[in-house]
């Protein structure tokens, strides 16, 4: 039977997951829309920060999870977003240029952040996959929920890096990460920067912007921070709920939760109560029960 708790639990995650925004905030920032913005930039500029988010994570990977301690204890959240802070005047301060010294900073605080987030959510930070897992949090950039797909932007993200994440976590079982595990591990930072380098132009485009200055460009990399921290939380509370009541039974509610939230004007998502906790790990879920009554409110508690 999955507890009210966890159903509460799963709601929050699926609403960070699928319609935290990161454009959306920069755009508030700078008061126009952020499409507009980055049309500014030249037409290279793409592959340039391509290349440098795939050494900011293989440079981040190198750095951020090797030396952390097993024992769990509280993300030291409000850190990490100092830090960034502190990085990201940098790039307030000198712009575009700035991007190869400031993002391999940035990654590896945040990758810090990120791998402390999943500890305190039950994860082994010692094994290698929950390290890969730690890593595909980049790839992970939130979006809209739309409530006739079943597809979830959130599992269509897992399930495009899955293959490679598992390739790479058997690879480095055997090999290590010598020479003849480098490929695969190269290939999963290719997929998760090809996803990871649209937000880090929308930093960029903004931190560039000469109005900022150092200010503004700390201001965007705390939201920065704040957004994959929230990824990282609804990721990783996901998977501890996948420990618990099976992948199958929690990717069907998680779908469910996105389809009848999809329309909703509420800034906080509803959650699901089945009065009989007994469906089965696959086939439809039935939403005849989704929202309760104050009366089987009553009853739950």
Same mark, same amino acid.
């Not at 802070?85 to 990758?111: D, K, Q, Y």
């Not at 704040?226 to 039974?249: C, D, I, P, S, W």
């Given at each position: 039977?999955?507890?009210?708790?966890?159903?509460?639990?799963?709601?929050?995650?699926?609403?960070?997951?699928?319609?935290s925004?990161?454009?959306?905030?920069?755009?508030?920032?700078?008061?126009?829309?952020?499409?507009?913005?980055?049309a500014a930039l030249?037409?290279?500029?793409?592959?340039i920060?391509?290349?440098?988010?795939?050494?900011?994570?293989?440079?981040?990977?190198?750095?951020?999870?090797?030396?952390?301690p097993?024992?769990?204890?509280?993300?030291?959240?409000?850190?990490?977003?100092?830090l960034?802070?502190?990085?990201?005047?940098?790039?307030?301060?000198?712009g575009?240029m700035? @991007?190869?010294?400031?993002?391999?900073?940035?990654?590896?605080?945040? @990758?810090?952040?990120i791998? !402390?987030?999943?500890?305190?959510e039950?994860e082994?930070?010692?094994?290698? !996959?929950?390290?890969?897992?730690?890593?595909?949090v980049?790839?992970?950039?939130?979006? /809209?929920?739309?409530?006739? /797909?079943?597809?979830?932007? *959130? *599992?269509?993200?897992r399930s495009?890096?899955?293959k490679?994440? /598992?390739?790479?976590?058997?690879?480095?079982?055997?090999?290590?990460?010598?020479?003849?595990?480098?490929?695969?591990l190269?290939?999963?930072?290719?997929?998760?920067?090809?996803?990871?380098s649209?937000?880090?132009?929308?930093?960029?485009?903004?931190?560039?912007?000469?109005? @900022?200055?150092a200010?503004?460009?700390?201001?965007?990399?705390?939201l920065?921070m704040?957004?994959?921290?929230?990824?990282?939380?609804?990721?990783?509370?996901v998977?501890?709920? !996948?420990?618990?009541?099976?992948?199958? @039974?929690?990717?069907?509610? *998680?779908?469910?939760?996105?389809k009848?939230?999809a329309?909703?004007?509420?800034?906080?998502?509803?959650?699901? *109560?089945?009065?009989?906790?007994?469906?089965?790990?696959?086939?439809?879920?039935?939403?005849?029960?989704?929202?309760?009554t104050?009366?089987?409110?009553?009853?739950?508690?």
């Amino acid at each position: 039977m999955m507890q009210r708790a966890d159903l509460l639990a799963l709601t929050r995650a699926a609403q960070r997951l699928e319609s935290s925004n990161l454009a959306t905030h920069l755009s508030h920032l700078v008061g126009m829309p952020i499409e507009k913005a980055m049309a500014a930039l030249p037409g290279h500029w793409s592959t340039i920060v391509a290349r440098i988010t795939k050494s900011a994570l293989t440079k981040a990977l190198d750095g951020a999870l090797w030396t952390l301690p097993r024992k769990k204890r509280k993300p030291a959240n409000r850190t990490h977003k100092f830090l960034v802070g502190v990085s990201g005047a940098l790039g307030g301060t000198f712009g575009i240029m700035a @991007l190869a010294v400031e993002l391999p900073i940035s990654a590896t605080i945040m @990758l810090r952040s990120i791998a !402390e987030i999943a500890r305190a959510e039950g994860e082994d930070v010692t094994t290698i !996959e929950t390290k890969l897992e730690c890593l595909t949090v980049f790839a992970l950039s939130g979006g /809209s929920a739309e409530g006739e /797909s079943a597809d979830t932007s *959130y *599992y269509a993200a897992r399930s495009f890096l899955a293959k490679a994440v /598992s390739d790479t976590s058997n690879h480095v079982l055997v090999h290590g990460f010598s020479q003849e595990g480098a490929p695969v591990l190269v290939r999963l930072i290719n997929l998760v920067a090809t996803r990871f380098s649209l937000p880090v132009s929308e930093k960029v485009v903004v931190q560039s912007m000469p109005a @900022l200055g150092a200010v503004g460009g700390a201001t965007v990399n705390l939201l920065f921070m704040n957004h994959f921290q929230q990824m990282a939380q609804a990721h990783f509370t996901v998977r501890r709920l !996948e420990r618990v009541y099976g992948k199958a @039974l929690i990717a069907e509610r *998680y779908a469910a939760i996105v389809k009848a939230n999809a329309n909703t004007k509420s800034k906080v998502w509803n959650a699901l *109560y089945w009065s009989q906790d007994n469906l089965p790990a696959s086939g439809p879920l039935s939403m005849d029960s989704a929202t309760p009554t104050p009366k089987q409110l009553k009853k739950q508690q």
